[in-house]
């Protein structure tokens, strides 16, 4: 009786409507026309302003901003101290001005580019409009012109492309009247070799490897010299002369293979950036100086330079090599005209860097700005040293007179250290320093001397960054992640404290990502906040947290009128079973439950960022559009990952770089397979790109049972050969120390190249043959242990391509979704023509506009 009614219980549960359910049935064809709906190009004309960007003024607490949406571009000038937000102008009436003017017609909702330049007290703006037109051309005296069919050469001359008239246009806020500016001259840009002094008494600047200067006088000169005519008058004084390639003051002519003698004279001529820092008095600047002529040289090939492939040599250090840079640390006197290195040597290879000054918001509006040493005096300068292993970093102040170093604070780990500048306060007699040497990152109160006074911020969470430094009231502004309890560890909020530690104060209160910036007076930020399943919106609250007024939200209407709909958020655990993970699942837009879809992890294993978004982002490739192919996608974090969470959950892979993310990869996915029954774990694609591409491959070696197809780009998949500065840091060197106490440092990884024979699945391996951050080297190495191991795989080469793929980044798009479309979904029907990119080119572009 007990059997007869539990075969009835089942049949009722299996019974609905009459109808017997059945297993969900797979997904067998690819939506190729729902992805190529969402193409970068078609997003463009849905999605707009997502975010708004203050340009700050120099009266007052005012910014102006422009926001996007689909009627049209609007500039609006917000006064915090007024607690207002006005239109910048009418834009109808703008548009009749314009139009008016130029002869172009125009109308409110499409306007010209306008980028206003505040001036007189921010009363008025400038700004250019391009004419349809071109500039009328001004006929020359008959009686000086020569022969246009021939120079003094013999050789005929170039004939000059037409130039389109530029209008050159005032708008008076006050008054809303448009004025052209006919009598404009053109200002010269600030030249990017050019390091001017914060007086503006000195320039100084770098030619053949070496230092050079001038005073304001000639620099004025220099700023009308033309490209190719030297002007003669101009004094330049010469401070170094033993700066040589590898091993120079300032930025220097890296020859080609094919250049000849002349145009390596021509190049190694010109004016370079210095990459100097000034004093804030221009008395005295600062350099690191690195001496790189003992790291050993790298190659690509560029095989579509014409006429011939070109040869590209570069300094490239891999783990473990002997042959590191080393650093020095210059000083040069303008008053002397002289320069000394000081020693600041404490560690073997060890690295410098010398700490700069903030910039406050109205420093940055300007059009150039001095790049100043951390100091408020000349006489002593803050500079870090670090050693090769990242073991050690030292926080140090040096005195320029002397040349003495005092270390300030000294950070030690049996991981790697991670350190920001200090924040100098109260004239330098204090500083606030960033560590994380009780496990989470957190800010200390130190004195003048390196003497701590106080820990600031304390307990499990971490801190980011320090906004703003209110020295009257001693009230520090910063971000921070993973302070608020039953809330996604990355959603990053603005905090204020006190500097004795008390008053901790939540500003921004939603569970949203926000990403703020604060006015100079420390009264008011503005929040762009969201999440990746909300419309962004932007804000303003006073320092206290209180709302002032609404900015904006963003338009997502054309979006959602094509289909959009927003991913999903999930927690799991990790294979521990205790640590949390979280992550973002993305469906295709027309899912339906009752089918089977195949599921791909996007995957990036850090350890300096997670491929998981935490804000709304209109960039889609890798997660929403792939999704409408026909696929679920997963991104998710791993242990080892992103370091705004404990140094524990960041340095978990140390010394372990290959392996240490993929099983919560598994473990997560088999989770939530046991909750979402339209997963098919029996279809698993993985995809990456570089750090990606590397654990993509590494996932379908480790686990070649539960991965069944990869896509893996710019793979670093020898770290051996991958730089020293990101693989020695994140994976570990030993250094070994002989009798005569000379360092010697022991790298050694494990590879993907090692376990080939484990490869099951389908593998298609993507490089660019010009990557010159991670060689192509490393895919090769890849594809020859996988021919050697006998197995079948894929191999493609974007020619002329580096690291991120360029102008072929929509072509990879395709030719991955062929790839898991065919391997995952079975869909074979893809015909020679990548239709979807052909729709969206114009084969015989209008000549009249462009997009």
């Not at 994380?436 to 130190?446: I, K, N, Q, V």
């Not at 947290?545 to 999930?570: H, R, W």
């Not at 929509?810 to 029907?829: N, P, Q």
Request: proline share 4%.
């Amino acid at each position: 009786m007990q059997k007869k009614n539990l075969l009835i219980f089942l049949l009722a549960v299996l019974l609905i409507n009459g109808k017997i359910i059945a297993q969900n049935e797979s997904v067998t064809t690819a939506n190729y026309r729902l992805a190529e709906r969402f193409s970068p190009e078609k997003i463009k004309r849905m999605v707009f302003s997502t975010s708004v960007a203050p340009n700050w003024l120099e009266t007052g607490d005012k910014f102006w901003y422009s926001y996007k949406t689909s009627e049209g571009e609007f500039f609006y000038l917000v006064d915090l101290d007024k607690k207002s937000k006005t239109a910048l102008f009418n834009i109808d009436k703008m548009a009749a001005m314009l139009t008016r003017i130029t002869k172009d017609p125009y109308d409110g909702k499409h306007l010209p580019p306008i980028k206003p330049k505040f001036k007189k007290n921010d009363t008025v703006f400038q700004f250019d409009v391009t004419s349809s037109q071109d500039e009328e051309k001004i006929e020359e005296d008959s009686s000086v012109k020569q022969d246009s069919t021939q120079t003094d050469t013999g050789k005929k001359p170039k004939k000059e492309k037409p130039k389109k008239k530029v209008f050159h246009f005032e708008y008076n806020i006050t008054s809303g009247e448009l004025y052209e500016q006919e009598d404009w001259k053109e200002i010269k840009e600030h030249p990017s070799w050019a390091a001017i002094s914060p007086d503006s008494s000195y320039v100084v600047f770098a030619r053949d490897y070496n230092l050079y200067w001038m005073d304001k006088e000639n620099f004025l000169k220099a700023l009308e010299e033309e490209e190719d005519k030297k002007d003669s008058t101009i004094v330049e004084h010469q401070l170094t002369t033993d700066g040589e390639k590898n091993y120079a003051f300032g930025g220097g002519y890296t020859p080609k293979e094919n250049d000849d003698e002349k145009t390596i004279k021509k190049e190694s001529e010109k004016r370079k950036n210095a990459y100097i820092l000034w004093s804030p008095d221009s008395k005295k600047f600062a350099l690191e100086r690195n001496d790189s002529r003992k790291v050993k040289a790298l190659w690509v090939i560029n095989v579509l330079n014409q006429p011939r492939p070109d040869l590209e040599t570069y300094k490239y250090q891999m783990p473990g090599e002997k042959e590191a840079p080393q650093s020095e640390l210059w000083v040069f006197d303008m008053d002397k005209k002289e320069g000394k290195q000081i020693d600041v040597s404490a560690f073997a290879d060890q690295t410098i860097n010398i700490c700069r000054a903030n910039l406050s918001n109205k420093d940055r509006i300007k059009d150039y700005v001095p790049r100043k040493w951390l100091s408020e005096s000349s006489d002593k300068i803050y500079f870090t040293r670090t050693s090769r292993d990242l073991h050690e970093i030292d926080v140090c102040v040096a005195d320029i007179e002397t040349g003495e170093v005092k270390p300030l604070v000294e950070e030690r780990l049996n991981t790697y250290v991670e350190i920001q500048d200090p924040h100098l306060i109260n004239n330098g007699n204090e500083f606030i320093h960033w560590s994380e040497r009780d496990g989470w990152a957190h800010f200390y109160l130190y004195d003048g001397e390196g003497n701590l006074k106080n820990q600031i911020t304390s307990g499990p969470w971490h801190c980011e960054r320090i906004l703003k430094v209110d020295e009257k009231n001693r009230v520090m502004y910063f971000t921070a992640n993973a302070h608020e309890t039953d809330e996604n560890p990355y959603y990053e909020h603005l905090y204020k404290v006190n500097l004795d530690g008390s008053g901790l104060t939540l500003l921004d209160k939603d569970n949203f990502n926000h990403d703020v910036e604060m006015s100079d007076s420390y009264r008011y930020f503005i929040d762009n906040f969201s999440r990746v399943n909300t419309t962004p919106a932007s804000e303003i609250r006073d320092n206290q947290g209180k709302l002032v007024m609404q900015l904006e939200t963003a338009d997502l209407s054309n979006l959602f009128a094509a289909g959009y709909k927003f991913p999903e958020i999930f927690k799991a655990k990790a294979a521990d079973g205790i640590t949390d993970i979280y992550g973002v699942m993305y469906k295709p837009f027309d899912f339906d439950s009752t089918k089977l879809y195949p599921v791909l992890e996007y995957v990036y294993p850090g350890p300096q960022t997670e491929a998981v978004n935490a804000s709304f982002s209109s960039r889609m490739d890798r997660t929403d559009r792939f999704a409408q192919l026909g696929f679920v996608i997963v991104t998710l974090g791993n242990r080892g990952g992103h370091p705004n969470r404990s140094k524990w959950y960041h340095n978990y892979g140390y010394n372990d770089l290959r392996d240490y993310g993929l099983a919560d990869k598994k473990y997560v996915l088999e989770q939530l397979a046991d909750q979402h029954k339209y997963i098919d774990i029996e279809k698993v694609g993985i995809s990456g790109h570089s750090g990606g591409g590397f654990m993509s491959t590494a996932a379908l070696l480790q686990y070649p049972d539960f991965y069944k197809v990869a896509v893996s780009s710019a793979g670093n998949h020898e770290n051996n050969i991958y730089n020293r500065w990101w693989s020695e840091k994140h994976h570990g060197v030993k250094e070994e120390i002989d009798d005569k106490g000379e360092s010697k440092f022991i790298y050694d990884i494990e590879k993907n190249s090692e376990l080939a024979k484990n490869l099951k699945g389908k593998l298609l391996l993507v490089t660019g043959d010009m990557d010159n951050n991670v060689h192509p080297g490393n895919t090769f190495r890849m594809a020859n242990a996988l021919m050697k191991a006998k197995k079948r795989f894929d191999f493609f080469i974007m020619p002329g391509q580096r690291h991120g793929f360029g102008d072929y980044t929509e072509y990879f798009f395709w030719l991955k979704a062929d790839y898991f479309c065919k391997h995952l979904i079975g869909d074979y029907s893809i015909s020679t023509d990548i239709f979807e990119m052909r729709r969206e080119t114009k084969m015989t572009p209008s000549k009249k506009r462009t997009e």
